[in-house]
């Protein structure tokens, strides 16, 4: 069941370096819009200097404003939050994990018990932690009491399948970026975040309208 005419906001929250966990981030957005939600899209803060950047060959920064500190407060607002983050060695990148450290305010007051979240991501081969960048995400929702909201298999398909290299896993939408970032997200890939932004929207429809 969907209700149209509730009003249901969501925020999207991202680290990116080479731009493809930027790029999973619109898609996820334009999937909740389709479904009627207001959509705010905040990368995460950068912590490594330009002169390191540039050494990894990274891309200037989109035009997405920047979720900075006193900016965090703002999120118990929002009836949803997806985060998305590029693997670092199996784990989510150090960016996210400093704006997780800066959420001890929010911990302590409870703002974010019962929030729905989901999780997005890049790694730069196959076995470069599809599933386990989620997990190290789990224990930061776990404290907060927020509630995984993991897409499963429900995109069905291409997800079966092996015949064709792509990301993604059953903890949500994923895309490999080359180990040198050099890989364009695909067309499957695409597909899967906004795949992920409606089945996460329609969730939280859900909430929103049995809560009133």
Do not use: C
């Amino acid at each position: 069941i969907i209700y149209p005419s509730i009003m249901v906001k969501i925020a999207i929250l991202y680290y990116s370096t080479y731009g493809h966990v930027r790029t999973l981030a619109h898609a996820e957005a334009s999937s909740l819009r389709d479904l009627g939600v207001t959509v705010d899209i905040f990368q995460l803060p950068e912590t490594l200097t330009a002169d390191v950047l540039q050494k990894m060959g990274a891309p200037p920064k989109g035009d997405d404003p920047v979720l900075t500190y006193d900016k965090v407060g703002s999120l118990p607002e929002y009836d949803g939050i997806l985060f998305g983050t590029p693997s670092r060695f199996g784990m989510m990148a150090a960016q996210v994990k400093a704006f997780w450290d800066s959420t001890g305010g929010l911990w302590q007051k409870g703002g974010l018990v019962g929030k729905p979240a989901g999780i997005f991501f890049s790694t730069g081969t196959q076995n470069g932690g599809q599933e386990t960048v989620a997990f190290t995400m789990l224990t930061q929702l776990s404290h907060h009491g927020m509630v995984f909201v993991p897409p499963g298999y429900s995109l069905g398909g291409e997800q079966f399948s092996v015949a064709n290299v792509h990301g993604g896993s059953p903890y949500g939408a994923g895309t490999l970026a080359g180990a040198d970032g050099s890989r364009s997200v695909s067309e499957y890939e695409l597909s899967h975040a906004k795949h992920q932004g409606k089945y996460f929207g329609q969730f939280v429809m859900r909430l929103v309208g049995d809560k009133k």
